[in-house]
């Protein structure tokens, strides 16, 4: 759940323009705030735990995810994403999907926020794990082949850097391939 507040002039019940103090994420005024994503129970993993978590800059890891082994062209790929926070970032990240040629070339994309928009990574606690589901369009005219799937997270000043159990990974999480048929 997201808890959202909102501030009205006693007088007339219209709505006052909220802004962020000095280091808060930067947006423009707006009639509500989002204050913080609350876990109410048990959240059921939405995707498959990977064998060594990602890590994308110094605090949010990619745990688990899952996507489909064969898919046909003109077909939407679901993928699902495990995400933990590890400590709170003012800053808002946009989670990128990349389908990649043999070649290693951009075949298709997607690119959203957390949970469509709805959990941005501001929000992000230590502890917070959150399944977010992505839709990957393919291309009617995609050849057939294998296409690697490759993850980021990114916001105006750039990509994340990623690790995998220690090591330099660039600025992605390679996840594994997907088989694309006619």
């Known amino acids: ?24 994420a930067a947006v423009a005024p707006a009639n509500a705030w989002d204050v913080a994503l609350l876990q109410i129970g048990a959240q059921a993993p939405a995707a498959a735990p990977l ?7 110094d605090h949010i890891s990619l ?7 064969q898919a046909a062209r003109g077909d939407v790929a679901r993928i699902s994403l495990q995400w933990e926070g590890s400590a709170p ?15 290693g070339e951009l075949a298709a994309h997607q ?6 928009g709805f959990a941005p990574t501001h929000l992000w606690t230590a502890g917070l794990r959150l399944a977010d589901g992505h839709e990957l369009a393919l291309p009617t005219d995609l050849p057939a082949g294998r296409y690697a799937i490759r993850v980021g997270l990114y916001d105006g000043a ?25």
Do not use: C
């Open 63 to 69: 745990y688990g995810a899952s996507w489909p082994a």
């Open 51 to 57: 064998e060594n978590a990602f890590l994308f800059g």
């Open 158 to 182: 750039g990509r994340l850097p990623v690790t995998q159990a220690g090591a330099g990974m660039g600025d992605y999480a390679e996840l594994g391939f997907m088989e694309v048929t006619q």
């Open 1 to 24: 759940y997201k808890l959202v507040a909102s501030l009205y002039d006693p007088a007339t019940l219209e709505p006052l323009p909220v802004t962020p103090l000095a280091g808060g």
């Open 111 to 116: 690119d959203q926020m957390p949970l469509n």
């Open 89 to 103: 970032d003012p800053r808002n990240y946009t989670v990128f999907i990349h389908l990649i040629n043999e070649a």
